[in-house]
Antibody, heavy 121, light 108 residues
Framework: EVQLLESGGGLVQPGRSLRLSCAAS????????LSWVRQAPGRGLEWVSALSGSGATTYYADSVKGRFTISRDNSKNTLFLQMNSLRAEDTAVYYC??????????????WGQGTLVTVSS | EIVLTQSPGTLSLSPGERATLSCRASQSVTSNYLAWYQQKPGQAPRLLIY???RRATGIPERFSGSGSGTDFALTISGLEPEDFALYYCQQYGSSLRTFGQGTKVEIK
């Protein structure tokens, strides 16, 4: 059974940084792309970032490009999202998702339960 | 960036009725790479349909997807009580994936 467990969320001041983690199990980790999707309170889904199975290719939404960095540690089956220069509009539940394919360009076929990030002074 | 517009915003139907949800793209979706997700309150989204019309593992046959180019639809043929939820479309034909704003299917 595929399991994705996010951690690292919390309350952070504007302009500060936060690092999210996602521990994965139940599939061959380095064979699949992974993504982050967020959902602001009471709002819809917003795709944030994705990367390929090797981690060599990454993709970002314009809203986070230059501030967020996605990465993975295939030896520890873990996905990361380094979030810098946080803004109030980054407040959301952040979901870790497993992609259907290796290249990081497909849909998400499994989702974690999410971790809440609140950016506020 | 491809903008997806879902309609209607809310669909009020009774159990047993047929639901048709629309998703329109601002430009053609490459290879019809369009997915549908269901989300219930307090839960993570769940994949229903991918590649426009392929059902994900474990998804009942009453869920079907159709369309091509810029116009796509999700049909639920006979609403069950557990189908009342939020539904999102997503395109992944571009390296910048985007979601629609969602359609809420509520009990009439």
């Amino acid at each position: 059974e595929v399991q994705l467990l996010e951690s690292g969320g919390g309350l952070v001041q504007p302009g500060r940084s936060l690092r999210l983690s996602c521990a994965a199990s139940g599939f061959t980790f380095n064979n699949y792309g992974l993504s982050w999707v967020r959902q602001a309170p009471g709002r819809g889904l917003e795709w944030v970032s994705a990367l390929s199975g090797s981690g060599a290719t990454t993709y970002y939404a314009d809203s986070v490009k230059g501030r967020f960095t996605i990465s993975r540690d295939n030896s520890k089956n873990t996905l990361f999202l380094q979030m810098n220069s946080l803004r109030a509009e980054d407040t959301a539940v952040y979901y870790c998702t497993k992609d259907y394919h290796w290249n990081g360009l497909y849909h998400s076929d499994h989702w974690g339960q999410g971790t809440l990030v609140t950016v506020s002074s | 960036e491809i903008v997806l517009t879902q309609s209607p915003g809310t669909l009020s139907l009774s159990p047993g009725e047929r639901a048709t949800l629309s998703c329109r793209a601002s430009q053609s979706v490459t290879s019809n790479y369009l997915a549908w997700y269901q989300q219930k309150p307090g839960q993570a989204p769940r994949l229903l349909i991918y590649d426009t019309s392929r059902r994900a593992t474990g998804i009942p046959e009453r869920f079907s997807g159709s369309g091509s180019g810029t116009d796509f639809a999700l049909t639920i043929s006979g609403l069950e009580p557990e189908d009342f939820a939020l539904y999102y479309c997503q395109q992944y034909g571009s390296s910048l994936r985007t979601f629609g704003q969602g359609t809420k299917v509520e009990i009439k």
